[in-house]
Nanobody, 126 residues
């Protein structure tokens, strides 16, 4: 059974940093796409970042590019999202999600992934 467990959210001041973790079980990182998504109050779920293990490519939303970094620790089956220079508009519930197979620049942000973890709240105060 595939399970994803996100953690690391919290309250931080604008300009601060947080690192989210997503511990995965039930599958390996051999040929998967693992993404971070977020949903702010009153807004739709949106893609934040994605890692496609088949080619090692990473993808980011324009709004987080150069501030957020996605990375993996294959030995721990864990995906991280390092978030720096946080802004109040980054406030949202963050979810990690995964599916078998690759994603690319045209579909990395698609919210139709097969496996989802429970969200972790990130709140950035101004």
């Amino acid at each position: 059974e595939v399970q994803l467990q996100a953690s690391g959210g919290g309250l931080v001041q604008a300009g601060g940093s947080l690192r989210l973790s997503c511990a995965a079980s039930g599958f390996s990182f051999d040929d998967v796409a693992i993404g971070w998504f977020r949903q702010a109050p009153g807004k739709e779920l949106e893609g934040v970042s994605c890692f496609s293990s088949s080619d090692g490519n990473t993808y980011y939303a324009d709004s987080v590019k150069d501030r957020f970094t996605i990375s993996t620790d294959n030995a721990k089956n864990t995906v991280y999202l390092q978030m720096n220079s946080l802004k109040p508009e980054d406030t949202a519930v963050y979810y990690c999600a995964a599916e078998y197979g690759p994603r690319d620049g045209d579909n990395w942000f698609d919210t139709g992934m097969d496996y989802w973890g429970k969200g972790t709240q990130v709140t950035v105060s101004s």
